[in-house]
Nanobody
Framework: QVRVVESGGGFVQAGGSLRLSCVASGNIFSTSAMGWYRQATGKQRELVASFTGGSSTSYVDSVKGRFTISLDSAKNTGYLQMNNLKPEDTAVYSC??????????????WGKGTLVTVSA
């Protein structure tokens, strides 16, 4: 069984920072890729940042220069450092982790999300 759990969300004023964590655990060897998504109330879920191996990262335009994604494969833990937060960043943030399971192939797992609220 594989679990993916996010943490680090909370309430912050505009201009502040938060660091989200995403931990994959269970019958896995490693985590090779990760994506952070967010869904605001009444809006569709969007991919905010992704780490696809090596130093390959990508960001949605609205967070470029403010958010940084990273992945510690040995710890099966990913991070999303969010700086200069804006009220429009308010959303539930979820991670999708690509893990190598003991059977020898890769699967994607979702966490339940963590709420980020940014006040003006």
């Amino acid at each position: 069984q594989v679990r993916v759990v996010e943490s680090g969300g909370g309430f912050v004023q505009a201009g502040g920072s938060l660091r989200l964590s995403c931990v994959a655990s269970g019958n896995i060897f490693s985590t090779s890729a990760m994506g952070w998504y967010r869904q605001a109330t009444g809006k569709q879920r969007e991919l905010v940042a992704s780490f696809t191996g090596g130093s390959s990262t990508s960001y949605v335009d609205s967070v470029k220069g403010r958010f940084t994604i990273s992945l510690d494969s040995a710890k099966n833990t990913g991070y999303l450092q969010m700086n200069n937060l804006k009220p429009e960043d308010t959303a539930v943030y979820s991670c999708n982790a690509r893990v190598r399971v003991f059977a020898g192939y890769d699967l994607d797992y979702w966490g339940k999300g963590t709420l980020v609220t940014v006040s003006a």
